[in-house]
């Protein structure tokens, strides 16, 4: 059974930093690209991040520059640094797998909140 | 970026009855759209992927259609678990994007 499970969820000041990490089972983690998916309290969803199975990272036009993703495939973890951190990135934050050969999400872990607030 | 605009915001209907969403692209966007389900408290569920595939588990009921920029998603009859927010997304390019959202809701 796949398991996502997302952790690093707090409040945090503007301007601060903060490390989502995101530890996955039941599958060969190694062999899948992974995505961070964020919602705003009470909005959509919005696509943030994604490191394909290689490493190659790809980011939203507004996070680039501040959000760094990252995977550890000895430890079956994926991770977001984000730095620089606005009001407006408050949400959920939902690690989820890649289906193969797509860039659609088939599986999520159960979320993460954080908020940036002073 | 592709925008993706889905109608209705809202749609009230009773167990039972047929679900017709629709998602339209900016751009074209081939067949590279899927559909996600989400319950209040939940993460969202993919149902629905390439326009017209379903994903692993999912009923028959949920369907899907569309290339280019015109994508539907149906519900051939509505199961009162069924009412939910549906979401919309591409794979055309980067940056994905998801489509704003409908919500189901129990006339």
């Known amino acids: 059974e796949v398991q996502l499970l997302e952790s690093g969820g707090g409040l945090v000041q503007p301007g601060g930093s903060l490390r989502l990490s995101c530890g996955a089972s039941g599958f060969t983690f190694s062999r899948y690209a992974m995505t961070w998916v964020r919602q705003a309290p009470g909005k959509g969803l919005e696509w943030v991040s994604s490191?394909?199975?290689?490493?190659?990272?790809e980011y939203t036009d507004s996070v680039k520059g501040r959000f760094t993703i990252s995977r550890d495939n000895s430890r079956n973890t994926v991770s977001l640094q984000m730095d620089n951190l606005r009001a407006e990135d408050t949400a959920i934050y939902y690690c989820t797998t890649v289906l193969p050969n797509t860039w659609f999400f088939d599986y999520w872990g159960q979320g993460t909140l954080f908020t940036v607030s002073s | 970026e592709i925008i993706l605009t889905q109608s209705p915001a809202t749609l009230s209907l009773s167990p039972g009855e047929r679900a017709t969403l629709s998602c339209r692209a900016s751009?074209?966007?081939?067949?590279?759209v899927a559909w996600y389900q989400q319950k209040p408290g939940q993460a969202p569920r993919l149902l629905i992927y390439d326009a017209s595939n379903r994903a692993t588990g999912i009923p028959a009921r949920f369907s899907g259609s569309g290339s280019g920029t015109d994508f539907t998603l149906t519900i051939s009859s509505l199961e009162p678990e069924d009412f939910a927010v549906y979401y919309c997304?591409?794979?055309?390019?980067?940056?994905?994007?998801f489509g704003g959202g409908t919500k189901v809701d129990i006339k």
């Open positions: 751009q074209s966007v081939s067949s590279y």
């Open positions: 997304q591409h794979r055309y390019n980067w940056p994905l994007t």
């Open positions: 490191i394909s199975d290689v490493g190659k990272p």
